[in-house]
């Protein structure tokens, strides 16, 4: 075990406590502001993703940039500070059938989660790029590829 990880008894690049409950609190303000019908943050669409935690069962909400696709669905990317996915996706994809969004204004929608891969993903990515330049730029700077799913309502 790494002297850091000693100290502080957990892994290099996971969040201490104080991150945690900071990104609480910005999560819960966030959702507030769906609700009220105002979900955009730094020029982006945001929906709150509902999913169910994959080792809790417990239910989870999260917001998300989204960004529309074809046949009323919607892209959401998995990019969880660059170095992993964040939790979110792997409450998803544990619990698919569980899932639902809420637009601003709306009530929970029931949705299924589709992972985009080879030239769909691509196709996908290029459009999102294409939207927000500074998410392609983020992207750049990982040396993971970010997991991109696509939410059609059931």
Request: net charge positive; charged share 30%.
């Amino acid at each position: 075990m790494a002297q850091d990880e000693q100290k502080s008894g957990r892994r290099p690049g996971t969040p201490g406590a104080f991150s945690r409950w900071m990104q609480h609190r910005m999560n819960a303000r966030m959702n507030r502001k769906v609700r009220k019908g105002r979900g955009t943050f730094m020029g982006m669409d945001v929906l709150i993703l509902n999913t169910v935690g994959s080792r809790s069962g417990q239910p989870r909400e999260t917001p998300v940039a989204w960004f529309p696709d074809k046949d009323d669905s919607r892209l959401i990317i998995a990019s969880g500070g660059g170095t992993r996915n964040p939790d979110w996706f792997d409450n998803l994809m544990a619990h698919p059938d569980r899932a639902t969004i809420e637009l601003p204004g709306e009530g929970a929608v029931p949705v299924t989660p589709q992972r985009l891969d080879g030239p769909e993903r691509e196709e996908a990515w290029q459009r999102i790029a294409e939207a927000q330049p500074r998410i392609a730029k983020y992207q750049s700077k990982s040396e993971r590829q970010y997991p991109v799913i696509r939410l059609t309502r059931r």
